[in-house]
């Protein structure tokens, strides 16, 4: 499976912007689960949410709860992130990235797709 990731972009402090992960060849029981993550300079790379791809069940970072939105969608074989109330701190690149089960770091991500640039100003 191939993932690719697309929708970042500069916005200001408190806009919203919609990351899409297009996800190409077969899911396996390797990638139940579709997550972004994103890694600021400086900082190790971090999740940010995360869902199961048959049941629909979300997980979010304590950080970004309440402001994004994690879904997927079966029939476009594709994942998505809005963001919304956006804070400079969301500044990073942000990656989506496949799980056979629920993770927390980066190490249990099996595959990943290009990062995403989102910038946002104060």
């Known amino acids: 499976v191939q993932l690719q990731a697309c929708g970042g972009g500069l916005v200001q402090a408190g806009d919203s912007l919609g990351l899409s992960c297009a996800i190409s060849g077969r899911l396996t029981t390797s990638d139940n689960f579709m997550n972004w993550f994103r890694q600021a300079p400086g900082k190790e790379r971090e999740f940010v949410a995360g869902?199961?791809?048959?049941?629909?069940?979300?997980r979010y970072a304590d950080s970004v709860k309440g402001r994004f939105t994690i879904s997927r969608d079966s029939g476009e074989y594709a994942a998505y992130l809005q963001m919304n109330s956006l804070e400079p701190e969301d500044t990073a690149v942000y990656y989506c990235a496949s799980s056979s089960g629920v993770v927390t770091t980066a190490v249990g991500a099996r595959t990943w797709g290009q990062g995403t640039q989102v910038t946002v100003s104060s």
């Open positions: 869902i199961s791809w048959r049941e629909g069940k979300k």
